[in-house]
């Protein structure tokens, strides 16, 4: 029965969820978390598939080493990183397989973000007076009309702090597959975009996707709203502080759909009480589900704020069926046409 190499940066629990979710057909899986080649090495030549997930070059020394290899299946939509020459000489196939969570989160990212230019809340509050059935209208002394195309009452709620996406610049920290379905959507709005990451993309994946690379103190002094993509470690544990939003521009905007304890939250509070920070989105938070005592909390419940914050809901859009990372491999043992090859 054939044997799969699945090289990762999932921790032991997802690692776990991806075993369950496999074809029965697969007799081992081998799970790498994030290998050196070395590691790589020595487990290839019994490896009949192998899934990356971005966790290191797959080159020609590699390939020729999987002597069994039938199949090589990039988890994700970029394949820079596989050597594709390598792989057609050696007669196996290279597929790649756009991530549906991580296109769910990407959405729910640039959702954050426009609800925070455009006070989503604080403009939902104006709609709604504070006291329903009233029959008084909602406008600062605005009598109310019917419109039609010479009467209408822009901006009647007199809200401030409205802005456009168009001609900012977005950071974002942490650059894996949610960061690149991210910046592919972000593209038609007209933003400048900028990344930063441990290992830097080749110049022309920077190209393709629009991006410009800086190291991160320069992403937190030029960004207009920062986006934190970054998973969990010792490393970004406790991250983005006080002396990180000091270093952001006055006016600008945190989102969140990172790992919630990168944040500093208390920090973040300060830095929005302040006014140094015009807004925050969160959809992920230290402790989970949310502790009553969120120093956030109290700041959501004024509108004036400009806080938002989610439930952990940001991938459920995109939640779909783990079975389907393996179903090239279930294809190819079927003899069936693979889906979405590259080389």
């Known amino acids: 029965m054939p044997t799969l190499l699945f090289l990762t940066a999932r921790s032991e629990r997802h690692q776990q969820m991806a075993r369950e979710a496999a074809p029965p057909e697969i007799e081992r899986i081998h ?23 971005r966790a290191g070059v797959i080159d020609g020394e590699i390939i020729r080493a999987g002597r069994r290899l039938r199949l090589i299946q990039r988890l994700g939509s970029l394949s820079h990183d596989i050597d594709l020459d390598a792989a057609k000489s050696a007669g196996v ?37 504070p006291s329903p059935g009233t029959g008084e209208g909602t406008g600062v002394g605005v009598p109310s009309r019917r419109t039609d195309e010479n009467i209408f009452a822009t901006n009647w709620s007199r809200r401030t702090g409205v802005r456009s996406l168009n001609g900012l610049t977005v950071g974002i920290l942490g650059f894996g597959e949610i960061g690149v379905e991210t910046v592919r959507r972000l593209s038609a709005f007209g933003c400048r975009l900028l990344y930063h990451k441990r290992s830097r993309l080749p110049e022309k994946v920077e190209e393709v996707l629009g991006i410009g690379y800086w190291d991160a103190a320069a992403l937190y002094a030029q960004s207009h709203i920062l986006c934190n993509l970054l998973p969990y470690s010792p490393a970004t544990d406790g991250l983005l502080g006080a002396a990180v939003f000091a270093q952001m521009q006055p006016g600008s905007y945190l989102v969140n759909c990172g790992s919630g304890s990168v944040i500093d939250e208390s920090a973040l509070a300060a830095a929005l009480l302040s006014g140094h920070l015009a807004g925050a989105a969160l959809d992920t938070f230290e402790w989970e589900p949310i502790r009553p005592d969120n120093p956030l909390l109290p700041l959501a419940r004024d509108p004036t704020r400009n806080v938002v914050l989610t439930p952990h809901t940001a991938f459920l859009g995109g939640a779909g069926d783990r079975r389907e990372e393996y179903a090239n491999i279930r294809r190819l043992l079927a003899s069936e046409p693979l889906r979405k090859r590259v080389a």
Not at 31 to 53: M, Q, T, V, W
């Open 93 to 129: 196939p290279v597929c790649d397989y756009p991530l549906p969570g991580a296109i769910a989160v990407a959405e729910h990212t640039i959702w954050q973000i426009l609800a925070l230019l455009r006070r989503a809340h604080d403009g939902e509050a104006a709609i709604l007076p």
């Open 31 to 53: 799970f790498l978390r994030e290998p050196s080649k070395a590691e790589i090495l020595d487990a290839i030549g019994d490896a009949d598939f192998l899934i990356s997930e």
